[in-house]
Structure formats: structure tokens, C-alpha cells
């Protein structure tokens, strides 16, 4: 290693720099989000670089009044009841289909993936007449179905692909306990599927927790709002509050990101499944 | 001999009780699918060929007159070539810087990589909608510290802004879906060159090939099919682009920055040109259709 270290160390300087820099370029926006929001409305114009003044938390206690609270709240309710049912219904289904040697069997397998290529935002003005006919607007319980319903195809994909190298010797066992095949799904192979649960969990999770488009058409009124919609609400409410604005923002980005930090490894690798 | 005939006699009632009886278990997904995305679907295609409102009961039959609208109406030509130009640039910027960052990580440096790999995929995690008005308010020609930025180091900011300037506005959200999606497909190319065999290069090393050598001879071709399914997710994103550019241009100034997918919000929840929004949906459905299919072949070679 030694007899090339001088040119060695330059080109790890130039590595380290350009990682950095955009790592740089990655953290200023959210560093400067978090400093504009502790600023006074006179501070954000006159020194728009610098540091705030003096830290205090008036500008959150303004942009809470929107509320906040209430959309994080229908997001959790949102999110979790669509993943739930994503893996639920997509588990049950892939597993039934990896398990069936019947022709037909393949071809709705085939069937359920096509769904995978279209995007909601293609097929949007039906897909709002559909739910607002049937008298789904406004309701969580509406929106958490066409949540589910995109989001099965691409799980359905995973957990195929994963139950078809689920060893059987184990759900032979379980049936020569007397399980019937139903509790042998559920008191074995689920059970043992951990990661590819978590891993379609997460991915579900990041794209529903964040989703707009169907959440501005469908959820109108602001106690049914989601964050995504309820946030853009901040700018109308605050015009020139900036501060209230930027606190509004991390309010609803900061824990999303810590919770990010936590699981880091698990959500990168589930996010990093869509190349497999 | 006799193991295999045992698993073979055992197999196919057990499994065929599964395939007769709890076939029902498929039902569930198959509604939901037919439901909210295959009926859409087709009823997308159907109502491309009929005129009608939003809330309209009358659907009127015009045959093509949709689709002749939008080959003569020029801003859907602009939206398709928005699309194509956030496609291309976000080929260059996010799957080429991303793959550099990634080398880099893989192998370049010593340490750090957890660090600099949590940072640059964070953005990933947040909702566009929050990064659009981040970035409205960094380009903001007012208080935006960009322009700050620029008018320290001396040189003038445009002057209509950098969302405001029809040249300009279209750049920018490349830079900002650059800023968001660049940590993805960094770890997404990341994840493949870890399943690089290792004594690939230590062999490479023997022949004398190293740094950029063995990345053109080494790293390179073994990356293929990843680079491959890394170029057709970000095509795929850069034509269903809808959050980013409602909230930082909402497709301004004078449609500059309309893409299909802002301009079918557009046609059918402003003007509510329904018939007509669909027509410009099949465009959208068709080209993500083809490209989604593309995905799935490329990822089961991998």
C-alpha cells in the first residue's frame, strides 16, 4: 500500500471532497429550514445566511395552530391501516399463487403485476369520479382502499419471489402436526417472513405517508386532511410569515428524517429492494 | 430415491388442497386491483373518446377530436418535452452523480461510508411536497438565501426569479428532484456493486489494473443490468413528475414548466375538460405501461 501513498492520499482527498459536497448541498436546505423557523419575520429579510438571533419557539407555536397535530394524526391512521391490509392481502395472495401449480394461477399472478406499470396519476379522473360517487370523498376509510390496491402489486412481487424460496421442509412439518394449510401460513410462514415484511412495510409506508395527489383530491376537508396536503395549507395561512412556514415544515419532516436515522440500515434496504 | 417419491406422492394433494379450496385467498388482491387501478384504466382509455365535465351525467361521444386537440394544442407538446428534458437530465444528474457517489463509497474512502450514505439518501424520506416548499422559498427572489448566495459572490440574480423566468424555472426543478432523488439511486447502485465479487478486482490488481481501469473493465460491465433498472425507474419518475412541480411552479410561469402529469390535473380539475384530460392520461398510461414492463424484465435478469 505504501509505495503509492502521496498519489493515493490526493485521490482520497478529491473523494472525501466530492462526497462531501454533496453531502453539503444535502443537509443545507433542511439545516437552513430548521434556523429560518427559530428567526424573527424581520431576521429572515435582513440576514437570510446568518444564524437566528435568539432561539425561541413562537414561530412552532403558530404554525401548530393550523394543525398539525390533527394531520399527523390522519396520516398515522392512513398509513398504518393501508400498509396493514397491503400486507395482509398481498401476502395471503402470493403465497397462495406460489404454492399452486395451476396455469391460472400464474396468469392472475401475471394479472396483479400488470398493475405495478400504472400510475395513479394516469388514471386520476375515473379513479376521483369512482370514490366520490360511491361517497368516499372526505373519508379515510375510502382512500386507504386505493392506497392498498397500488400498493399490492409490488408487494405481491416481493413476497412471491421471497415464498418460493421459503424452504418447504418447514411447512411439511407443520402439516404433518396437523395444520391445515391456512395456519400453516399463518403460524409458520408469516412468522418467519420478518424480513421481507418489514422490508415491504417500509417501502409502503414512505410512499403513503407521502402520497398528494389522490390525498388533494379526495381529502378535502381539513380535519380528513393528510400531512402532505395539510402543509401546503402553511403558506396560505402564513403569507410573509416565513418562520411559521419553516417551523410548519419541520414540524412535519423532522420526525419522518429521525425515524429514518433510527432504522437507517432497514430503510435503505428496503428502498434499495426496487433495483432487485 | 425413495425420499423424492414420498415428497412427490405427499406434494400434490396437499398442495392441490391449497390451489382448490383457498385459491379464494387471491380474491382480495384481484378486487382491489380490478377496482382502483384496472377499471380506471380502461374507463381512462373509454373516456378519452367522449366529452364531459366534472360532475356532468351527459357523456358526449367526439371519436378522435380529443386526441386531434392535443396534437394541435402546443402546451401539451411543451408537457411532453418537459417531461422528456426532466427524464434526460435526471438520467445525467441523479443515476451519473449517483453512480460516482457510489463507487466512491464502495471503494474509495476508508470510512465515513454509513455517515455520508445516511445523509445522501435522507431527502428520499421526506415528503415532495415539503421539499418543493423548502426549495420555493430558498429561490425565492425576496428572501431566498440562493439569491443572497449569488449577490455575494457578486454576480446578479435573475431578475424575474428563479422559479419566475420561463428559461430558467425548468432547470431548477431538475436540481431540486436532483436533490431529493440522487441518494436513491446512489444506494440502489450501491446495493450492486456490493454483490461484486471482491477477488474480481484483487485479480484485476494482479494484471494491473486499478482505480479507474478496473471500474471501466470491472465495475462497469458487472453494474449493467443495476444501471439499467436505475435508468428506467428514473424515466418512469420523470413522467409521472406531479408533486414536485404543483407545489415549486404549479407548471408556470406561462406553462414553461407544465408536464403530463400537471397538465392533466389541469385540463380536468381547473378546466375540467374530463373527456380531453383522459386523452392526454392514455399518453401518460401507455408511455409508463411500456416502461413498467421494460422494469419488470430488466429486474428479473438481476
Not at chain 1, 400498493?151 to 407443520?174: K, Q, W, Y
Not at chain 2, 402546451?75 to 417531461?83: H, P, R, S, T
Not at chain 2, 431566498?144 to 449577490?151: C, F, H, M, Q, T
Not at chain 2, 444501471?227 to 404549479?250: M, N
Request: one cysteine or more; a positive charge.
Amino acid at each position: 500500500m505504501t509505495h503509492f501513498a502521496p498519489r493515493f492520499r490526493i485521490v482520497q482527498a478529491l473523494l472525501y471532497g466530492f462526497v462531501g459536497l454533496w453531502s453539503a448541498f444535502v443537509l443545507m436546505p433542511v439545516a437552513w429550514m430548521i434556523f429560518a423557523a427559530f428567526k424573527t419575520r424581520r431576521e429572515i429579510f435582513t440576514d437570510p445566511l446568518g444564524l437566528p438571533g435568539q432561539w425561541t419557539f413562537d414561530s412552532f407555536r403558530r404554525a401548530w395552530g393550523v394543525g398539525l397535530g390533527q394531520f399527523m394524526f390522519n396520516s398515522v391512521v392512513v398509513t398504518t391501516s393501508a400498509v396493514l391490509i397491503i400486507l395482509l392481502v398481498s401476502g395471503l395472495a402470493a403465497y397462495v399463487i406460489a404454492r399452486s401449480r395451476s396455469v391460472w394461477m400464474k396468469l392472475l399472478y401475471l394479472l396483479i403485476v400488470a398493475g405495478f406499470a400504472v400510475p395513479n396519476n394516469a388514471v386520476i379522473v375515473p379513479l376521483y369520479q369512482m370514490v366520490t360517487a360511491a361517497d368516499f370523498g372526505n373519508s379515510h376509510f375510502g382512500i386507504v382502499w386505493v392506497y392498498a390496491a397500488y400498493g399490492i402489486p409490488f408487494t405481491t412481487i416481493l413476497f412471491f419471489a421471497f415464498f418460493l424460496d421459503f424452504p418447504r421442509e418447514l411447512e411439511e412439518a407443520a402439516r404433518l402436526d396437523g395444520c391445515r394449510p391456512w395456519a400453516v401460513f399463518f403460524r409458520v410462514v408469516m412468522p418467519l417472513s420478518g424480513p421481507a415484511i418489514a422490508s415491504a412495510a417500509i417501502f409502503q409506508a414512505v410512499f403513503i405517508w407521502n402520497e398528494f395527489l389522490l390525498a388533494l383530491l379526495l381529502l378535502t376537508q381539513p380535519d380528513k386532511k393528510t400531512l402532505p396536503v395539510g402543509i401546503l395549507q402553511l403558506q396560505g395561512e402564513f403569507t410573509s410569515d416565513w418562520p411559521a412556514v419553516m417551523a410548519g415544515l419541520s414540524i412535519a419532516t423532522l420526525p419522518i428524517i429521525l425515524l429514518f436515522l433510527i432504522l437507517q440500515r432497514s430503510f435503505v434496504r428496503s428502498l434499495a429492494g426496487l433495483g432487485k | 430415491m425413495t425420499d423424492m417419491s414420498r415428497q412427490t406422492g405427499a406434494t400434490p394433494t396437499w398442495y392441490g388442497r391449497i390451489a382448490a379450496s383457498q385459491s379464494m385467498l387471491v380474491l382480495p388482491a384481484l378486487v382491489l386491483c380490478t377496482l382502483f387501478i384496472f377499471i380506471p384504466a380502461f374507463l381512462t382509455i373509454v373516456g378519452s373518446f367522449y366529452a364531459f365535465g366534472l360532475t356532468s351525467e351527459r357523456w358526449t361521444p367526439v371519436g378522435l377530436a380529443n386526441y386531434v386537440k392535443a396534437g394541435n394544442d402546443p402546451i401539451f407538446w411543451v408537457a411532453l418535452k418537459n417531461n422528456l428534458i426532466i427524464v434526460f437530465g435526471s438520467i445525467v444528474m441523479q443515476v451519473g452523480i449517483g453512480t460516482v457517489l457510489a463507487a466512491i463509497l464502495d471503494r474509495g474512502i476508508g470510512f465515513g461510508q454509513v455517515f455520508f450514505r445516511v445523509v445522501i439518501f435522507m431527502p428520499m424520506v421526506i415528503s415532495a411536497v415539503a421539499v418543493a416548499l423548502i426549495w420555493l422559498i430558498i429561490l425565492d427572489p425576496n428572501i431566498g438565501i440562493l439569491n443572497a448566495l449569488v449577490k455575494s459572490l457578486g454576480l446578479s440574480p435573475p431578475t424575474r426569479g428563479w422559479l419566475g423566468d420561463p428559461s430558467i424555472s425548468i432547470w431548477m426543478v431538475l436540481i431540486v428532484a436532483g436533490w431529493q432523488y440522487t441518494g436513491f439511486m446512489m444506494v440502489l447502485i450501491l446495493a450492486g456493486l456490493q454483490a461484486i465479487p471482491k477477488d474480481l478486482y484483487e485479480a484485476a490488481a494482479l494484471d494491473g489494473a486499478r482505480g479507474m481501469r478496473a471500474f471501466w473493465s470491472i465495475t462497469l460491465p458487472n453494474l449493467r443490468n443495476v444501471l439499467l433498472v436505475a435508468v428506467l425507474i428514473t424515466t418512469i419518475g420523470g413522467f409521472k413528475v406531479f408533486d414536485l412541480i404543483f407545489v415549486l411552479t404549479g407548471g408556470g410561469p406561462a406553462n414553461a414548466t407544465q408536464v403530463l402529469g400537471t397538465y392533466i390535473y389541469l385540463q380536468a380539475f381547473t378546466l375540467t375538460n374530463m373527456g380531453y384530460a383522459n386523452a392526454i392520461a392514455v399518453v401518460l398510461l401507455a408511455i409508463a405501461v411500456l416502461l413498467g414492463w421494460l422494469q419488470l424484465k430488466a429486474s428479473r435478469q438481476s
